[in-house]
């Protein structure tokens, strides 16, 4: 029997509101961040600034340290891609634990149009960590987040590539890991949720469309670069867009199929 | 002759990286945020948390006091949706100004598949505004926002419902109203772009195919409800579905075939 890691609840990760859509399990939380194609990364740039900054970044949350980590173990997430000087000097900057950021990722996964605009909604799934973000510099586990960055954007990318980066690469790079301290996740799905006081009466059902549209993210016939000399295709990038592309339709197409619990509003 | 108003420069929203790429036109950055489904609200939850908190969110750029205004006109940023009591408390207390939030929207439109890991990237286009939220009062403009904000996730949703809400939904509905200070986007578009290093070696480009998978987010056949009794999906759920999925589609494609300017690196 496997067992299943919770995050532990602090007041900034405690759901008030439908909380039966909630979850603290590590599994879920990781596996909605590791299929987002853009987290949202959060810090407070200046103690002078009122506002919150957010940067989208491109990321993954894996164990350097236990490489065989599964999506239910403790992991941290490494972040990369438009790091702007800002969040890596504060991040160099913070000795110590290392500077507090918020990330999130969240997936829409169909429109419910109900009967009234109170109790339209989307199917989604949502995770939110904190943590505290420094700056990666031992070699090894910065190529080995990079490998793991590239290849969650098409699996086996890396390998297809010219590896390993040379020194000027591997200095313009910069990875961000990410000490997760708490977090939560939030799933929306089913079909739509009316009230009686709507679903009872025939002149409003029988004007009012109600279900659900799926949605989801589609990835398009490869177009080669101009410069691209490689007559076909290869199947690392074919295959991941045929499986990504059946995944998330079903995905979105079964999420309506689920019952809402009877306590659900909208 | 138009004007074409543009964000003020503050340290918070000035770009150090990809110049070029960036913008702080009204219009551009409106219209990021008008079609992102979701938008990423952070704020500082309190001064004893170290960690910035972020929501999901519903929302959708207007004037009330303007309504003949245009995208590239001054907007207020009006949010809906799962709004966390803390997220309302907050703005609800806030004497004054408001609430500091910042607001990011962003879509992913390709995977730029190149010859080595750091010069893989993304087209995307990405906006952060930085405002005051505090919460709608007057009944007419909450209806307002309640009526831009439904039509926003399908035209025409809100006079194809049960309208107008009643009381008990005028009561549970919270609409934030970020009045905004700075903004700022970045659009990336165009093909690979490799280095010399790499594009002149042929043991490299002959073995690395490079090319651009375009990205976009697809509406599925609605699914009608258990309860449905309208028997044909209208025209305007239809139509909105067709649409968008033609427009998503060619906004992809077509941000590939844009050349990018000489300077860029990837």
Same mark, same amino acid.
């Given at each position: 029997?496997?067992? $299943?890691?919770?995050?532990?609840?602090?007041? &900034?990760?405690?759901?008030?509101?439908? !909380?039966?859509?909630?979850?603290?399990?590590?599994?879920?939380?990781?596996?909605?961040?590791?299929s987002?194609?853009?987290?949202?990364?959060?810090?407070?740039?200046? =103690?002078?600034? =009122?506002?919150?900054?957010?940067?989208?970044?491109?990321?993954?949350?894996?164990?350097?340290?236990?490489?065989?980590?599964? /999506?239910?173990?403790?992991?941290?997430?490494?972040?990369?891609?438009?790091?702007?000087?800002?969040?890596? @000097?504060?991040?160099?900057? $913070?000795?110590?634990?290392? /500077? =507090?950021?918020?990330?999130?990722?969240?997936?829409?996964?169909?429109?419910?149009?109900?009967?009234?605009?109170? $109790?339209?909604?989307? @199917?989604?799934?949502?995770?939110? /960590?904190?943590?505290?973000?420094?700056?990666? +510099?031992?070699?090894?586990?910065?190529? %080995?987040?990079?490998?793991?960055?590239?290849?969650?954007?098409?699996?086996?990318? %890396?390998?297809?590539?010219?590896?390993?980066?040379?020194?000027?690469?591997?200095? &313009?790079? +910069?990875?961000?890991?990410?000490?997760?301290?708490?977090?939560?996740?939030?799933?929306?799905?089913?079909?739509?949720?009316?009230?009686?006081?709507?679903?009872? !009466?025939?002149?409003?059902?029988?004007?009012? %469309?109600?279900?659900?549209?799926?949605?989801w993210q589609?990835?398009?016939?490869?177009?080669?670069?101009?410069?691209?000399?490689? !007559?076909?295709?290869?199947?690392?990038?074919?295959?991941y867009?045929a499986t990504a592309n059946a995944r998330n339709q079903q995905y979105a197409?079964d999420?309506?199929?689920?019952?809402?619990?009877?306590?659900?509003?909208?």
């Amino acid at each position: 029997m496997g067992k $299943s890691l919770v995050y532990p609840k602090r007041e &900034s990760n405690t759901m008030n509101r439908y !909380k039966h859509r909630g979850t603290y399990d590590l599994g879920p939380i990781h596996s909605i961040v590791n299929s987002a194609p853009v987290l949202h990364v959060s810090f407070a740039p200046s =103690p002078d600034d =009122p506002f919150p900054a957010i940067l989208p970044m491109i990321g993954q949350m894996g164990s350097f340290d236990y490489p065989s980590s599964g /999506l239910g173990d403790p992991l941290d997430c490494y972040l990369h891609g438009y790091v702007s000087s800002r969040i890596m @000097n504060l991040a160099r900057a $913070s000795n110590g634990e290392g /500077l =507090p950021v918020c990330i999130a990722a969240t997936h829409v996964d169909g429109l419910i149009l109900s009967l009234t605009p109170n $109790s339209h909604s989307y @199917n989604y799934r949502s995770a939110v /960590l904190h943590g505290y973000a420094t700056l990666v +510099t031992g070699e090894e586990e910065k190529i %080995w987040a990079m490998k793991m960055i590239t290849n969650a954007v098409v699996p086996q990318r %890396w390998e297809h590539t010219r590896i390993p980066p040379d020194g000027a690469e591997m200095q &313009s790079t +910069t990875i961000l890991k990410v000490r997760i301290v708490d977090g939560s996740g939030k799933i929306r799905d089913g079909g739509v949720s009316d009230e009686k006081k709507d679903t009872g !009466k025939s002149e409003v059902t029988e004007k009012v %469309w109600t279900g659900v549209v799926p949605v989801w993210q589609t990835f398009g016939e490869p177009l080669p670069d101009k410069l691209n000399k490689v !007559k076909e295709v290869p199947e690392h990038i074919t295959s991941y867009i045929a499986t990504a592309n059946a995944r998330n339709q079903q995905y979105a197409v079964d999420a309506v199929k689920i019952p809402l619990p009877k306590e659900e509003v909208h």
